[in-house]
C-alpha cells in the first residue's frame, strides 16, 4: 500500500513523496546566459518517467510556468491524459518566460499576471484546474506577497485552484501567508539531510501546512552522482545560491559531508538516494519531498522509497549526530 500525507489544511491526500518536475522542461535561459534548466530532454524518456511514477503510487506532480518556459507543463499534461483524476498536480506563478527562445525575462507578482498565469498553464496541461497554485518568488517582500490573497481566493473560489502556497525559505513569510489566506495549504521550501530548516517546520505545525521539500536529494549530490555536468544545466554554470556544487563538480565539502552519512543511510539496504528520502520522511509527518527524476530508473529508484518508508529511528539518530556539528544555520 502506497504511503499517503494529507497535503495540509487542504485535506487533499498525496502519496508521502512527489515527482519534482523542473528537470523534464529541458533548457532555460537567463538574459545574461545562466543556465536555470538541467540541459537537453528527451520527453518521450520524460512521458515513461512520469508513467513509471505513477506505477510506484506517485500520486503529487510538481512543475512550474516557467520550468521549461512551460516545456515541463506541456509534457506533464501528456502524460496525464486520461488520468488526470488519479493525481494531484501543483505548479507555481511569478516568473515570466518566453517559452519559443527558452528565455526568463524577470518576476511578475501582480495579481493580474497570476490570473494569466494560470490560464496559460491550464492550457499546457491540458485540465480545468490546478490543485495547488504556488508563489514562485523566494524572496518577495511580505506586503506585495499578501496582495495576492484576494486574487487566490477568487481563483478557489471559482474551481481553478484548489488551495495555494508559497515557494519561500523564509518562515515569517509563511507564517504571514497562511495567516492571511484561508486556502492556504502548503510551503514549497529547500529541505534535505543535509540542510534542514527546523523554523519552517515549525510554522507548517502551527498553521497546519504541508512542508514539500524541494531539493531533496540536494539537486542530484545524495544520489552520489560524480560526472561532471555541462554547461547548459545549472549544475554547470552554478548561480551563487546553489551550494552543492561547483563548475559541474560536487561541492568538496559537501561530497565529503555525504560521505559521512553514507553507511547511516543505507543501514538497511536503502540506496543513498532512498536513504536521504527515508531521512525526510522520519523529520516531520509533515514533509513531501519531491525529487525530480527524468529517467525511467530514477523514477523506480527515488520512489520504492515509498514502500520502504522513512528511515528506521536508530539510523535517523545515527545520522543527526554525525551532521550536530556541521549543519548550516536555516535561512531565516
Same mark, same amino acid.
Given at each position: 500500500m502506497t504511503m499517503t500525507r494529507e497535503l495540509g489544511r487542504s485535506g487533499i491526500e498525496v502519496s508521502a513523496i512527489g515527482m519534482g518536475c523542473w528537470a523534464i522542461g529541458g533548457p532555460l535561459w537567463g538574459d545574461d546566459g545562466q543556465p536555470f534548466g538541467w540541459g537537453e530532454v528527451d520527453d518521450d524518456e520524460s !512521458?515513461?518517467?512520469?508513467? &513509471?511514477? /505513477?506505477?510506484? *503510487?506517485?500520486?503529487?506532480?510538481d512543475t512550474a510556468s516557467n520550468y521549461g518556459a512551460g516545456h515541463s507543463e506541456r509534457v506533464l499534461g501528456r502524460a496525464l491524459a486520461g488520468r488526470r483524476d488519479r493525481v494531484v498536480i501543483a505548479t507555481k506563478f511569478g516568473n515570466r518566460a518566453d517559452e519559443a527562445t527558452r528565455r526568463w525575462f524577470g518576476a511578475d507578482p501582480s495579481p493580474a499576471y497570476a490570473v494569466q498565469s494560470l490560464e496559460e498553464s491550464l492550457r499546457r496541461l491540458a485540465t480545468d484546474? !490546478?490543485?495547488?497554485?504556488?508563489?514562485?518568488?523566494?524572496? =518577495?517582500?511580505?506586503?506585495?506577497?499578501?496582495?495576492?490573497?484576494?486574487?487566490?481566493?477568487?481563483?478557489?473560489?471559482?474551481?481553478?485552484?484548489? &488551495?495555494? *502556497?508559497?515557494?519561500?525559505?523564509? +518562515?515569517?513569510?509563511?507564517?504571514?501567508?497562511?495567516?492571511a489566506g484561508a486556502h492556504c495549504t502548503a510551503i514549497q521550501h529547500d529541505q534535505s539531510?543535509?540542510?534542514?530548516?527546523?523554523p519552517m517546520l515549525a510554522v507548517c505545525?502551527?498553521?497546519?501546512?504541508?512542508? /514539500?521539500?524541494?531539493?531533496?536529494?540536494?539537486?542530484? /549530490? =545524495?544520489? *552520489?552522482?560524480?560526472?561532471?555536468? *555541462?554547461?547548459?544545466?545549472?549544475?554547470? /554554470?552554478?548561480p551563487e545560491w546553489l551550494v552543492w556544487f561547483t563548475d559541474g563538480r560536487p561541492t568538496p565539502e559537501w561530497a565529503a559531508r555525504v560521505e559521512q552519512i553514507r553507511a547511516a543511510l543505507t543501514a538497511d539496504g536503502r540506496t543513498l538516494a532512498q536513504g536521504a528520502l527515508g531521512w525526510l520522511l522520519a523529520r516531520s509527518p509533515r514533509t513531501v519531498p519531491i525529487p525530480g527524476a527524468r529517467?525511467? &530508473?530514477?523514477?523506480?529508484?527515488?520512489?520504492?522509497?515509498?514502500?520502504?518508508? +522513512?528511515? +528506521?529511528a536508530d539510523a535517523f539518530a545515527e545520522v543527526e549526530r554525525l551532521l550536530a556539528d556541521l549543519r548550516p544555520t536555516p535561512v531565516m
Amino acid at each position: 500500500m502506497t504511503m499517503t500525507r494529507e497535503l495540509g489544511r487542504s485535506g487533499i491526500e498525496v502519496s508521502a513523496i512527489g515527482m519534482g518536475c523542473w528537470a523534464i522542461g529541458g533548457p532555460l535561459w537567463g538574459d545574461d546566459g545562466q543556465p536555470f534548466g538541467w540541459g537537453e530532454v528527451d520527453d518521450d524518456e520524460s !512521458v515513461a518517467t512520469i508513467h &513509471a511514477a /505513477l506505477d510506484a *503510487g506517485v500520486t503529487l506532480f510538481d512543475t512550474a510556468s516557467n520550468y521549461g518556459a512551460g516545456h515541463s507543463e506541456r509534457v506533464l499534461g501528456r502524460a496525464l491524459a486520461g488520468r488526470r483524476d488519479r493525481v494531484v498536480i501543483a505548479t507555481k506563478f511569478g516568473n515570466r518566460a518566453d517559452e519559443a527562445t527558452r528565455r526568463w525575462f524577470g518576476a511578475d507578482p501582480s495579481p493580474a499576471y497570476a490570473v494569466q498565469s494560470l490560464e496559460e498553464s491550464l492550457r499546457r496541461l491540458a485540465t480545468d484546474h !490546478v490543485d495547488l497554485f504556488q508563489l514562485h518568488i523566494n524572496e =518577495l517582500s511580505v506586503p506585495v506577497a499578501l496582495d495576492l490573497i484576494d486574487t487566490l481566493e477568487d481563483l478557489v473560489a471559482q474551481g481553478k485552484i484548489r &488551495a495555494y *502556497g508559497w515557494s519561500t525559505d523564509h +518562515p515569517d513569510s509563511a507564517e504571514a501567508f497562511a495567516k492571511a489566506g484561508a486556502h492556504c495549504t502548503a510551503i514549497q521550501h529547500d529541505q534535505s539531510v543535509l540542510r534542514d530548516n527546523a523554523p519552517m517546520l515549525a510554522v507548517c505545525d502551527a498553521y497546519d501546512l504541508a512542508a /514539500l521539500n524541494r531539493g531533496p536529494l540536494a539537486m542530484g /549530490l =545524495l544520489t *552520489g552522482a560524480q560526472r561532471t555536468l *555541462g554547461r547548459d544545466d545549472v549544475r554547470g /554554470l552554478t548561480p551563487e545560491w546553489l551550494v552543492w556544487f561547483t563548475d559541474g563538480r560536487p561541492t568538496p565539502e559537501w561530497a565529503a559531508r555525504v560521505e559521512q552519512i553514507r553507511a547511516a543511510l543505507t543501514a538497511d539496504g536503502r540506496t543513498l538516494a532512498q536513504g536521504a528520502l527515508g531521512w525526510l520522511l522520519a523529520r516531520s509527518p509533515r514533509t513531501v519531498p519531491i525529487p525530480g527524476a527524468r529517467t525511467v &530508473a530514477q523514477a523506480e529508484e527515488n520512489f520504492a522509497t515509498l514502500a520502504l518508508g +522513512p528511515l +528506521p529511528a536508530d539510523a535517523f539518530a545515527e545520522v543527526e549526530r554525525l551532521l550536530a556539528d556541521l549543519r548550516p544555520t536555516p535561512v531565516m
